[in-house]
């Protein structure tokens, strides 16, 4: 199940193409056409749950203008965000997924020669487009309960520092940051450095009682921005809609001069406005994936598994193994899961939550695992 493709060698490429690990492209949805020999997708911290039926409507209404680029500011979207979170709507910047938000911040802010400091293990663009700017990426721990520590960053920090990530709640440890740590984190970064606060799984942390970053990051003098996205909670993966709340009218101008035009396309833009309106849509989706989440920890604790504290909408465990032959044995019984790839951390594993049904297949089928392991 899992896609091995052959790396061909881009010998002609810039030097920061050539130093990066050969790609992998990982399993999706589309691979999988045929539902009757689909696996369980619990690797790529998808919804289980349809988004609102609202944002389906819109969308189809959309397309009857196919044939026009679609608001290149996303101005609709933008203002319906602002004002929920009281931010003006000229700050509320549109991405083709948070995804490539993150990747224009290392645009923006990053030269041959500097660094960024991002947190270790975390979502790999950080680190990959740092990279791909001629910069380094250098690597900040997570703390023990595995959230982003902020005293790691900041001791992090060096004379060539220009981009400071972090991200809570973090994949894929699902560890979520406090308002103490938010606010040394903030206080402490120099002001000539952007300040990125990745929120992908920002909904999923509220409802599990964090604290809102946007009040805090507000007190900040240096440039700053938060990213979220309408794929996780939303359940919108497909029409890929991911915005920045932008701490000024300079972050705001440094995107518009490095970002693609018309990334985000009318439908997509259509069905994220019309799921952000949908409050009771998400609130059932929030309270559905918390519920299964503490059962799927429950279950993995119960299996004599360390079971990594999570605020989102995926699970980790420890093994006494590395991970891989759990992840082997997995999708042999149809459940992909993923691995934490990342070099300290061998026999970790992350398990998406997803329907009841889900939750008792993994435990089973790790539990048998477990039990022919031993």
């Not at 492209?25 to 609202?54: C, G, I, K, V």
């Not at 203008?65 to 679609?70: M, S």
């Not at 992908?200 to 440039?223: M, N, S, V, W």
């Not at 193994?321 to 019984?333: D, F, G």
Request: proline share 8%; aromatic share 6%.
């Amino acid at each position: 199940m899992t896609t091995r493709e052959a790396a061909a060698d881009p010998s002609w490429a810039t030097p920061a193409i050539r130093a990066l690990p050969a790609y992998r492209r990982p399993p999706t949805f589309a691979d999988f056409p045929d539902p009757a020999t689909r696996p369980r997708l619990l690797q790529l911290n998808e919804s289980p749950y349809p988004p609102s039926p609202r944002a389906a409507e819109a969308a189809a209404t959309a397309l009857a203008d196919l044939n026009r680029y679609p608001d290149i500011a996303g101005r609709a979207l933008a203002a319906a965000i602002g004002a929920r979170l009281d931010v003006p709507a000229h700050r509320i910047v549109l991405g083709c997924g948070s995804d490539e938000l993150i990747h224009f911040a290392t645009v923006v802010a990053l030269a041959a020669g500097d660094s960024a400091v991002v947190p270790a293990p975390s979502f790999p663009r950080y680190a990959l487009s740092t990279r791909l700017a001629g910069a380094t990426p250098i690597r900040a721990k997570l703390d023990a309960h595995g959230a982003c520590d902020a005293q790691a960053l900041l001791r992090a920090i060096g004379p060539r520092t220009r981009l400071v990530v972090a991200c809570t709640p973090n994949p894929p440890s699902g560890g979520m940051m406090d308002e103490a740590a938010l606010r040394a984190l903030i206080a402490g970064v120099p002001q000539d450095a952007l300040l990125l606060l990745d929120e992908a799984y920002y909904e999923f942390g509220r409802h599990a009682g964090g604290p809102d970053a946007l009040a805090l990051l507000r007190a900040r003098k240096g440039p700053w921005l938060s990213t979220r996205t309408f794929s996780k909670a939303h359940g919108l993966a497909a029409l890929r809609v991911g915005y920045a709340i932008c701490g000024d009218d300079t972050v705001v101008e440094a995107f518009a001069r490095a970002r693609l035009q018309f990334n985000v396309p009318a439908p997509s833009q259509a069905a994220a406005r019309a799921a952000f309106a949908d409050e009771a849509h998400l609130a059932r989706t929030l309270a559905a994936v918390a519920d299964e989440r503490e059962r799927l920890a429950r279950g993995l604790g119960a299996l004599g598994l360390r079971v990594w504290p999570s605020a989102a909408n995926f699970v980790s465990c420890s093994l006494a193994r590395p991970a891989a032959a759990a992840m082997a044995a997995l999708e042999a019984a149809g459940i992909l899961v993923r691995d934490w790839r990342d070099p300290d951390h061998p026999n970790e594993l992350r398990i998406g939550v997803g329907t009841a049904a889900d939750t008792d297949a993994v435990l089973a089928a790790l539990g048998r695992f477990l039990r022919e392991a031993a």
